[in-house]
């Protein structure tokens, strides 16, 4: 799936311009059969099914950051909340990428005026519009709540 909005495409050139590698999980759709080419090649995997691709995708996952997409990427959003929220997995960031786009996409404040969300899972995600920001954002978060963001490293040099 890939993103479209101006905002995400900024973004994803901001990741490239830095080397940053981009994992691509992609999967066989009817419209969309080849990977989105922000995906580093030797970094593209191919799965048959959803619950797959999410289960890869939330395994490793040190951060969600979520660019402007339609229903694929509204559904992998959700359920990484809805985990988050019910403590199936532990927290991660979550970045929703262009505030613009995602405010009028989804109205959180509507869903907590009606009752069907709880205020304090507002606080499950933010917005971002840079790369830079993103990043800076995710090394807060995880400094904030002492999950590790790296592996340790290893003082055992002796293999």
């Known amino acids: 799936m890939q993103s479209c909005a101006p905002p995400a495409v900024s973004c994803h050139h901001d990741w490239l311009r830095v080397g940053a590698p981009s994992v691509g999980l992609n999967i066989s ?30 395994k490793r996952a040190k951060a969600l ?17 809805t985990l988050i929220q019910t403590r199936k997995i532990k927290p991660i960031p979550v970045v929703l990428v262009g505030e613009q786009f995602w405010r009028r996409a989804i109205d959180i404040d509507f869903l907590v005026e009606e009752g069907v969300v709880d205020p304090e899972d507002r ?33 055992n040099l002796s293999r």
């Open 123 to 155: 606080d499950l995600f933010w917005y971002a519009e840079t790369g830079q920001e993103i990043w800076d954002d995710i090394l807060k978060w995880h400094a904030a709540t002492g999950a590790p963001l790296f592996p340790p490293i290893s003082n």
């Open 29 to 58: 759709l009817p419209h969309e059969q080849f990977p989105n080419p922000y995906v580093s090649p030797d970094l593209c995997f191919c799965v048959h099914y959803f619950g797959i691709r999410k289960l890869h995708f939330l």
């Open 65 to 81: 950051v979520v660019f402007p997409g339609g229903f694929g990427t509204i559904d992998e959003l959700f359920e990484t909340l």
